[in-house]
């Protein structure tokens, strides 16, 4: 078995939504980034680049590199997750906590799930998204850009 922890982190900026889990939220602000900014799939690619020791996603997507310029991060996702499964190794279960004071996250939140589950192979029952405030502290409660954190277990494939 083998364990990842991923973060990722974007400001917020000119826009009328946010992708999160692949999923498209209205919002009064974008986030900025080189990609489309889902921090929710940015975080889990970490995981399981890290669980497997291949480095970080700014490693294998530079934002120096135009081919990922506005890419859709579900794409990185995939990418990330055959790196894995070329490993001999398959998800066993994600845990997934987005920062964020706005926007609301419960009534997206199976939507991402569901995202994840199909991007990843697996039922919707290996993967657990939450989202929480900080009370108004730091970058993420004064609203400035959201944060998310994931932890995946990888298990051989049998």
Known sequence: MRIGHGFDVHRFGPGD???LGGVRIAHS????AHSDGDVVLHALCDALLGACALGDIGRHFPDTDPRWRGVDSRQL???CYALVREQGLQLANADITVLAEAPRLARHA?????NI???LDCLESQINLKA???EKLGF??????????AVVLLERIS
């Open 117 to 119: 589950a199909a991007d």
């Open 110 to 114: 199976p939507a991402m799930v569901a």
């Open 132 to 134: 929480t405030t900080t």
């Open 17 to 19: 939504h946010v992708m």
């Open 29 to 32: 602000a974008g986030l900025i």
């Open 77 to 79: 996702l995939g990418h």
């Open 140 to 149: 993420v409660g004064r609203e400035e850009g959201i944060a998310t954190h």
